[in-house]
């Protein structure tokens, strides 16, 4: 997303649902819906939400069936998130992901005018929490992780940087070790390889966390370059995320590309299944469900808001889509706790 955004969205409700059912055999629309399919979490940036939607519905409209929303967080007027000022620092979610630790289900957003929360679902409860700049994106925290060990990783894209925090603390901890990285965009940990991923613009790079969990330390251990899709151009890394069917490979895309990179012979390949559909330019995420096979994306839609943002979902293997009425999406990710 560009840097400088001038603010015009309006403030939205921190009301939070109740827990996820499972998902329904069918859409509403008639279109099928495979059983099993797990609901799907947002960031939706319009309304400035993060917002888990029902995967039996293929339009979403919360306006009009509020039912469609199966649970939501915003930070705006909620005194547990005051001190990390989102009146100015959650504009633009950008990132959603749902982690378990420690037997605890989390979701872990940012926000690109500063926001970072791990916020435990479905109570709202803040585990820890940051703002980087609040009210500008001179970092732009653009992705975090949780680490095994309770600390937490965040990717600054506009910063050009890695942060672990110290999370493990306390809900306001500010210790941090740091590592450089242009266009820092996604982060993944890896428990099988025991190091953090991170994906910037031009490399995708392994770290190793050291020292202990109140004072930790963060070394560059190894890096990849790439796939290169206009020469002369970067490949503008952007979203990194396991492969939930395939341990041992990661989804990773670029400004022309979506690849998925095997961490045991450093490849990036396509020999994924969909992967003519799946694989497309300015993909901002994508994921799979290794119980029905299906893999959901992101890509921007013209005549919206904003360039970066969609109203649709798209569904490949089989092919079919979500939308979400007068929606601002960023990201999509299907709700798999892990």
């Known amino acids: 997303m560009p840097t400088r955004r001038a603010v015009v969205l309006g403030a939205a409700g921190a009301g939070i649902a109740a827990a996820l059912p499972a998902a ?140 672990l925090y110290a999370a493990s603390q306390g809900p306001r901890a500010k210790r941090y070790a740091e590592a450089v990285l242009k266009g820092a965009h996604g982060l993944h940990w890896d428990g099988a390889r025991r190091v953090l991923w991170a994906i910037g613009d031009d490399e995708l790079v392994a770290y190793e966390v050291g020292g202990t969990a109140a004072r930790p330390t963060l070394t560059r251990a190894s890096a990849v370059g790439l796939p290169v899709g206009t020469p002369g151009r970067t490949p503008g890394g952007h979203d990194l995320f396991p492969v939930a069917g395939r341990p041992g490979r990661l989804w990773v895309t670029t400004n022309a590309a979506v690849f998925q990179y095997e961490t045991s012979s450093g490849a990036f390949v396509r020999d994924f299944a969909g992967a003519g559909e799946i694989s497309r330019k300015s993909v901002k995420a994508v994921g799979d469900d290794p119980r029905t096979g299906q893999v959901v994306s992101t890509v921007p839609e013209r005549g919206l808001g904003e360039t970066w943002w969609t109203t649709t979902v798209s569904v490949h293997r089989p092919a079919s889509a979500y939308r979400l009425v007068g929606g601002g999406i960023y990201k999509a990710r299907w709700w798999l706790p892990r």
């Open 24 to 163: 329904a055999a069918h859409g509403a629309s008639g279109s099928p819906v495979p059983a099993g399919t797990p609901p799907v979490l947002l960031t939706e940036q319009a309304s400035r939400r993060i917002l888990v939607l029902d995967p039996r519905r293929r339009v979403w409209d919360p306006a009009a069936d509020p039912s469609a929303v199966r649970w939501q967080f915003s930070p705006l007027g909620d005194p547990r998130y005051r001190d990390l000022w989102p009146d100015v620092s959650w504009v633009y979610p950008c990132e959603a992901k749902v982690r378990v630790h420690r037997k605890r289900t989390y979701v872990l957003t940012t926000a690109s005018f500063g926001f970072v929360a791990v916020v435990e679902h479905p109570s709202g409860r803040r585990y820890w929490g940051t703002a980087l700049g609040p009210g500008d994106d001179l970092f732009n925290p653009h992705s975090a992780e949780i680490l095994p060990d309770g600390n937490v990783a965040v990717a600054c894209s506009t910063g050009a940087l890695v942060r």
